[in-house]
């Protein structure tokens, strides 16, 4: 059974990612319908409904709620997305804005925490940047029920939610269970074995896979190059998918790639939860895919020197490394630009949040 009689909790959403949260939405509805509990209904508030976010004539920003009175006694929810530092202040003026206009209670959906890799310091004079975030989404004022929620997936060390102060309660999630899910569909399914780029990965997500053959690599550079060998398992003649949290120029996970292939893995495959992908470094997957050939980095010298990918990519030490799939989740908006791609596949994070909040906020 879908809703109960109780107030509706109100969806807002950063314009970047109004899509995720229409698809949230209509996987509420989908699963909310036909079963014997009761869940409450969830309106979407976006687009002329929702947030007006606009500039003034010097840059900053002009924003406005419509309807703003609605969302006093009534519980919000606000997904957002930190993926460029240019959006960052207009949807934390937001944030603050919801507990004071009386909202019941307030969740922040922020899929991605862009600042999670910067959360230590080994050297004095570095800046934690994780730590300087967490401090700002820490001053998000209380509500009527008490501190704010922040929702975070795969944040990159699980030691980051005592970065926040105890005034919000942040909620760890992960989008593994997907890739759970879509390997479950795999024709060879059977034949599958997870290879973890470095102990990092390993440490974060080798848990989610307690019947599943694991590979260990291990990642040095030896100067500007990173090399990454197997420590232990056995990739010969198995679909060898490569998790880790995030990619940034793909470089490490290519390198495990290769790794695998030279252990003779028939087939190689990956998974990220967050596509950052910057200065549209996907191009190296999607360039394997269409010629047959590893694309260089950006970041490359030949890549830079205007070589053709195939040609950057052998100046590179690179090969033929073809994925058979890449899963990326919709964590960031900007996998717009390559998902229709091969060998790009989406996993959307609708269905992980429905779950989420099925699970206990929207209970009555």
């Avoid at 694991?214 to 990454?228: Q, W």
């Amino acid at each position: 059974m879908s809703v109960a009689g109780s107030r509706p909790v109100l969806l807002y959403c950063h314009s970047s990612m109004e899509q995720l949260a229409k698809n949230t939405i209509a996987d509420l509805a989908a699963k909310s319908t036909g079963t014997q509990r009761t869940y409450r209904k969830v309106e979407l508030r976006c687009g002329v409904d929702g947030i007006r976010w606009d500039n003034f004539g010097d840059g900053w920003p002009n924003i406005f709620i419509d309807n703003v009175q609605e969302c006093a006694g009534k519980d919000v929810l606000f997904i957002a997305s930190f993926h460029s530092k240019e959006v960052v202040f207009e949807q934390m003026s937001v944030i603050y804005a919801f507990p004071r206009y009386l909202a019941h209670s307030f969740t922040l959906i922020l899929p991605y925490f862009p600042t999670g890799t910067m959360e230590r310091v080994d050297t004095e004079g570095q800046i934690a940047t994780a730590k300087t975030l967490a401090n700002m989404l820490s001053g998000i004022p209380l509500t009527a029920r008490g501190p704010a929620q922040i929702v975070l997936y795969d944040v990159h060390a699980l030691q980051e939610r005592f970065y926040f102060s105890n005034q919000v309660i942040p909620r760890l999630v992960s989008a593994v269970p997907l890739l759970l899910k879509r390997i479950a569909q795999l024709a060879d399914h059977d034949k599958v074995t997870i290879a973890f780029p470095d102990p990092g990965a390993r440490k974060r997500f080798y848990s989610f896979f307690p019947n599943t053959p694991l590979i260990m690599c291990s990642k040095v550079r030896k100067g500007d190059e990173r090399v990454v060998n197997i420590m232990e398992g056995d990739a010969k003649d198995r679909h060898v998918i490569i998790v880790d949290d995030l990619v940034m120029t793909g470089g490490t996970l290519m390198e495990c790639a290769k790794a695998v292939k030279r252990e003779g893995a028939c087939s190689i495959s990956a998974y990220v939860t967050h596509a950052v992908f910057p200065r549209m470094s996907w191009k190296r997957f999607t360039a394997a895919a269409e010629n047959g050939h590893a694309h260089a980095s950006p970041d490359t010298p030949a890549a830079k020197n205007g070589s053709t990918p195939a040609v950057a990519a052998a100046e590179n030490g690179g090969g033929p490394i073809l994925l058979k799939h890449f899963w990326v989740t919709d964590s960031l908006p900007t996998v717009g630009e390559f998902i229709d791609q091969k060998p790009f596949e989406l996993l959307s994070l609708s269905s992980s949040i429905t779950e989420t909040l099925l699970s206990y906020d929207l209970q009555t």
